[in-house]
């Protein structure tokens, strides 16, 4: 009975429980993905891919990574209700290679990032058939990504993310034997500015990304599903003109299974320190803000984002913080 029981919530955990934004992202592969990184970006309602700054640019659009000056750590938690957690880490850095100032060879400017991005539930309420409660049950996906950027034009960079995704369920199978998957994914992207004011970003996402499940530690016969990640299509511009110290962002998404997302956000620089921050992110409004400040001598910045639901009632907060060096 015991193994029924296991067999039953296993297969409804992988189908049909995935950590989820909007009602409707759930239903699909790797819904974790689409809950955006970092609360400056969702802040501004996720319209970030003409932006493209900072470590989390490995997720909106790596094309912004050769363009950073300074290398960044950025690190993010966001609070979920219903025994849910989101975190993320990411490293990001500049390459510029020497060259002999004699020489009229210009250096081609690249950039690398490293990131993991964390998303779990706990205390799955397992039942029988009877409705008796016997054992809680968990969840955790991971995604591991190296990108890596360059601009081999002056106004023009192209970026690509490897991710590694590891999707776990622990105390599952035969003998609580643990259940898991994983996958390769790629994103290609590409970043324009070809004014000191403007940026246009292109990025393709979740490019082959998929899981492979066994069923072979749940029964004897082994069959196997593969899940796929909806790929997607998204293009935007981040804008500051006529105001050096507004940010006007906007984005526009094809996914091949979800359809056509819009996403729009607004940054403004109030003094030299603190920004303020809002947004629509295919509808739902974002607020937030950031502030910089010195911390043993390196520039810091905590940021903030209230998030609200398109088709929720549940609100999010995201804290981030970033260091320069």
Not at 288 to 302: A, E, N, R
């Amino acid at each position: 009975m015991k193994k029924c029981h296991q067999i039953t919530w296993s297969f409804l955990l992988i189908f049909f429980i995935p950590i989820s934004v909007h009602a409707i992202d759930g239903y699909y592969t790797g819904a974790f993905l689409r809950m955006g990184l970092g609360a400056r970006a969702n802040a501004m309602g996720g319209a970030f891919t003409g932006v493209a700054d900072g470590p989390e640019a490995a997720y909106y659009n790596p094309a912004g990574i050769p363009m950073l000056e300074k290398s960044r750590l950025a690190l993010s938690h966001r609070f979920l209700s219903l025994d849910r957690n989101f975190n993320y880490i990411g490293f990001a850095t500049g390459i510029r290679p020497k060259v002999d100032e004699s020489s009229a060879e210009k250096a081609i400017k690249g950039g690398v990032a490293l990131s993991w991005i964390h998303a779990g539930v706990d205390k799955i309420d397992g039942r029988d058939f009877a409705g008796n409660h016997y054992k809680y049950f968990s969840n955790a996906e991971n995604a591991f990504a190296l990108s890596f950027g360059v601009m081999p034009m002056q106004y023009l960079a192209i970026g690509f993310t490897g991710q590694v995704f590891y999707n776990r369920f622990p105390d599952m199978g035969e003998g609580d034997a643990t259940i898991s998957s994983t996958g390769l994914g790629l994103d290609v992207g590409v970043l324009l500015t070809p004014f000191p004011f403007l940026s246009m970003g292109v990025v393709i996402k979740n490019i082959n990304a998929k899981y492979d499940w066994k069923t072979d530690k749940l029964w004897e016969k082994d069959i196997e599903k593969i899940d796929r990640f909806p790929k997607s299509v998204r293009a935007g511009f981040g804008l500051r003109y006529p105001y050096p110290w507004l940010l006007v962002a906007a984005d526009v998404e094809k996914s091949d299974l979800l359809g056509w997302k819009y996403y729009f956000g607004a940054e403004a620089q109030l003094i030299e320190r603190m920004f303020l921050r809002t947004g629509l992110n295919d509808g739902a409004p974002a607020f937030g803000g950031g502030f910089v400040f010195q911390l043993l001598s390196k520039t810091s910045q905590i940021q903030y984002a209230f998030v609200t639901k398109k088709y929720d009632a549940d609100s999010e907060h995201i804290f981030s913080w970033s260091i320069m060096f």
